[in-house]
Every structure is written in C-alpha cells, then in structure tokens.
C-alpha cells in the first residue's frame, strides 16, 4: 500500500482522552470501499406511503414495508420529538455495528434529504430547487426534471453533472451552456446538438473537440442557412430523424480518432477522469475544486480527504458518504458538523460517537448525552472493543444498509442479480408489479401529434418493460424544444447515459 496514503490513515485516525486510535489499512479494495458506501445510497426509488408520526401522506425512499420509523420533512426538523429519547447504553459484550443497527430501527428519520424545496416534493439529495421533478444530488436548479449532479441549471432534462446551464436536453458534464441537445463535455457553447469536448461552440451539429466555432458540421464549416436546414430536419420533434441523427453521431466518435476520454481541467498531478480545478488526487472521479485526497467522487471541496463521496465542503474525512464538515470518520448523510465517528443523520454536532438524528449535540454515544470526560473514556472503551472484534477501520456493512441492494447506487455501479445479491447475504427487493389496459402500442413519432391528455397514458419501456408516464411539464418541454416522446423509462434512461459516460 503506497506510503503516502498510510500516512493520510496516521493522520485522519483520532484522538480520544489524548491517545491517537490508528485507524488500520482497509481490508476491502477502493472499488469494493464504494460499493459498500452506496449501498448507503437510496437516490431514485422513491414511494409513497405514511409518516409514522401522524399518518400523513408523504413521499420518501423508505417504501411502507421498510422497518424505519419515518417522519414527514417538517416533523423530523420540529421540536416534537428529542433524539436522545431513543439513546441506548452501550453493551461491550456485543459488537459494534449489530448495536448500530437496533438503533437505526428506533430513531425516527426523515423521508427524503431534500431541504428547501419548492414545488419539488420528488428530489432526493437536494437542496434549493423550484419546480423540478425527479433531480437527485442537485442544488438550486428551476424547472429541471430526471436529473442527477445538476447545480444552477434551468429548464434541463434528462442530463446529469451539469452546472450553469439553461435549455438542456440528454446532457453530461457541461458547463455555462445554453440551448444545448446531446452535449457532453462541453463549455460556453451554444443553439447546438451531438458536441463532444467542445468549448465556445456556437450553432453546429456532430462535432468532436471544436474550439470557438460556429455554423459546423461534423467538424466543417457550413453556412448559415445549411447549418439551419440541417438543424431542422433532425430536430423537428420527430422520433425516426432524431434517431437517424444518434446513429450517425455515435458513428462519427466512433471513428474520431482524437476522441478523449479522461478530461482533467485546470489540475495538475491527478487520476481518475471528470477532475475540475484541483491538485494531488488519486483515483478520483467527478471532483471539483479539491486537493490532497484519494479514492473520492461526485462532489467538491474536499482536503485531505479519502473514500468519501457526494460532499460540498470536507476536510480530513475518511469512508463517509454525504457530507459537508469536518473531521468525518465512518459517518452518513452528516453535515455542518466536527469530530464525528460513525455517526448517521447528524447535524450542526461536534464531538459525537456512533449516534443518529442528532442537532446541534455534542459528547453524546448512541444517543446518551455524556459529559466531556465521560465521552472521552467510553469511546476509548468502545474503540479498543471494535479493534478486538476486527470492526474499527469500518464502514458500515451491506447487510445493514437501510435499503435493498436493488435500490441503492450500488446496484446501478455494479450491477448483481437477486441471486448472487441473496448469496452474499445482502438485502433484496422484489420490483411492483405495474400494469395498466391503458397501455398503448405505438406512441406517435412526432410531437405534434400528441395532445395533452396524451400525459394520462400508462406507457411500457421498450428495454425493461417498467411503465411510465409522461408528466404535464415533461411534454411541455418535448414541445418547446422540438423533440419526440422518449421509448425509454427515466431510469433506463438514466442507466443507458450513466453506461456511455462510464465508457468515456
């Protein structure tokens, strides 16, 4: 193991009543580190069910089956209910994560991570969002719908880890862009479709690493009026022109020779690929303005930092997902917080060990509220416990993840079926069963052709077979920028754009 990241582990591991607790090498690989953290990670299953407080109707990813106790967004936030009232003493002839988890099963918890939204009861992960629909890890977005990792973007759809950006549609990694179809890895570019690695483009189609370019086709200079003719023919709401257009932009990266795949901008000694305006990382993947950490992806502002992901803020952190903070060791979904070990939930807390749901709290393990000099000697206590059962230096298990594997980020990252899941003594889901007679066959191929009621229909997807529907602010959008009803679910969707970024 390279001694450089021995020294961050020295570095990162605690120091309780004056004694640093070294934090031991991992015993799982970088990838299979992630994979256990995003089985942490509930993003787009969703469910409607009741808040175990009041019986009120709410939408949350815990499904009604799940054995949490959930409560609506205003009443977990209230001051109806004290985290400390479901504190448990610790029992040193048990483990460690077996007691984690009968804790998990009795502190209530929130429906959803999505916090100052308006008009936008269907995002996860979220914060600031206005009249969107089904963005998840996505920060102050407007009229924005199927997304994931937008920041700052407008009527976008269908595109993930875009920031800035307006009139957006089948998108990925773009930033400040406008009026942009089929876009990936561009800047500043403009009233174009099918762009790959592009910067300051402006009306064109099929083109492959222009540089402040305008009026081109598949990287020729065309005219004005040829440019418009073009545009026009494939991106007139019909379903057999736009894919007649897919197939021949696919064809042309294909045998683009320059095509790049690992996109390092302003960064200097990193690895990994999506790394924007940073320094010093290993194995990073979608990280921004960060330095000094490994293992890491989706998020920005980390320092001296290791496998952590989906952050905005972290520093001196370690095998943590969700966060905002400092000093994170083994936590989830914490933030605004400092010095917390395997911590859940926790906000505005400093100084806390192995608790859940806790606000502005300090000194407290498992949810017991100690004094100063009591903390100190029970985490001590517990630590060299965890160390004799071989669970410090760990994150949570699968078997405890508060969802099914199938649900998770897990399964979208590294893909198990039911069997293999079961056999590893992981947590399933049977999918619902979804049908209607209102099903139809044949959709329209253009989009003139649809008519707002069209949004009542049940339809099938073409690959998975998983219905859906198109809601009223989706067609709307297919009408204003000209395109046709989607074939595909919104999650085959997003698994069919989440393959081709991970396949460069």
Same mark, same amino acid.
């Given at each position: 193991m390279d001694q450089s990241f021995l020294q961050f582990l020295d570095n990162v591991s605690p120091v309780i009543g004056g004694k640093k607790y070294l934090i031991p090498p991992p015993k799982l690989s970088p990838l299979e580190r992630k994979q256990r953290r995003l089985t942490y990670r509930n993003e787009n299953m969703?469910?409607?069910?009741? =808040?175990?407080?009041?019986? +009120? #109707?709410?939408?949350?990813?815990f499904d009604k089956e799940s054995p949490f106790v959930v409560y609506s967004h205003d009443e977990w936030w209230s001051e109806k209910w004290d985290p400390l009232n479901y504190g448990m003493s610790y029992d040193f002839g048990r483990g460690f994560f077996e007691q984690?988890?009968?804790?998990?099963?009795?502190?209530?918890?929130?429906?959803?991570v999505n916090n100052k939204a308006d008009n936008s009861p269907y995002c996860?992960?979220?914060?600031?969002?206005?009249?969107?629909?089904?963005?998840?890890?996505?920060?102050?977005?407007?009229?924005?719908?199927?997304?994931?990792?937008?920041?700052?973007?407008?009527?976008?759809?269908? =595109?993930?880890?875009?920031? +800035? #950006?307006?009139?957006?549609?089948?998108c990925s990694d773009c930033r400040n862009c406008y009026h942009l179809l089929f876009g990936r890895h561009c800047q500043n570019s403009s009233d174009s479709a099918f762009l790959y690695d592009c910067i300051g483009v402006k009306n064109s189609l099929f083109c492959v690493g222009l540089r402040n370019a305008e009026y081109h086709i598949f990287n020729k200079p065309v005219s004005k009026d040829e440019f418009q003719k073009a545009y026009n023919y494939y991106i007139c709401g019909s379903y057999s022109r736009l894919e007649e257009a897919k197939n021949m932009y696919h064809a042309f990266l294909t045998r683009y020779q320059n095509t790049r795949s690992t996109f390092h901008i302003a960064s200097e000694n990193v690895s990994g690929n999506n790394i924007w305006n940073s320094r010093n990382i290993v194995d990073g993947s979608d990280v921004y303005d960060s330095q000094d950490s490994y293992f890491l992806h989706d998020g920005l502002k980390a320092k001296d930092c290791?496998?952590?992901?989906?952050?905005?803020?972290?520093?001196?952190s370690y095998e943590s997902t969700s966060l905002i903070g400092y000093g994170y060791r083994f936590t989830n979904y914490c933030r605004d917080s400092y010095d917390l070990l395997y911590c859940d939930s926790c906000y505005s807390s400093k100084n806390c060990f192995g608790s859940i749901g806790l606000r502005n709290k300090e000194f407290c393990i498992f949810n017991v509220q100690y004094s100063e000099h009591e903390y100190y000697e029970i985490v001590s206590r517990i630590i060299e416990s965890m160390h004799l059962r071989g669970e410090w230096g760990e994150f949570f298990p699968v078997q405890h993840s508060l969802f099914s594997y199938n649900e998770t980020l897990a399964y979208v990252h590294f893909p198990l079926d039911k069997a293999d899941t079961l056999s590893r003594g992981w947590k399933w889901k049977e999918p619902e069963s979804l049908r209607s007679e209102t099903n139809i066959e044949i959709i329209p191929d253009s989009i003139a052709e649809v008519a707002p009621s069209f949004c009542t229909t049940l339809l099938s997807c073409a690959v998975s077979g998983k219905p859906y529907k198109i809601i009223p602010q989706e067609l709307?959008?297919?009408?204003?920028?000209?395109l046709p009803i989607p074939r595909l679910c919104p999650d085959q969707r997003q698994r069919e754009r989440m393959a081709r970024r991970d396949g460069g």
């Open positions: 969703l469910y409607k069910r009741v =808040s175990s407080l009041s019986g +009120e #109707s709410i939408i949350s990813f984690f988890y009968e804790l998990q099963l009795r502190v209530p918890r929130a429906p959803l996860n992960f979220a914060d600031g969002n206005r009249n969107c629909h089904m963005v998840t890890s996505a920060n102050w977005n407007q009229d924005s719908y199927y997304g994931f990792c937008l920041v700052s973007c407008r009527d976008t759809m269908d =595109s993930l880890w875009c920031t +800035e #950006s307006e009139l957006m549609y089948e290791s496998d952590i992901c989906f952050f905005d803020g972290a520093e001196l709307r959008f297919y009408q204003t920028m000209n």
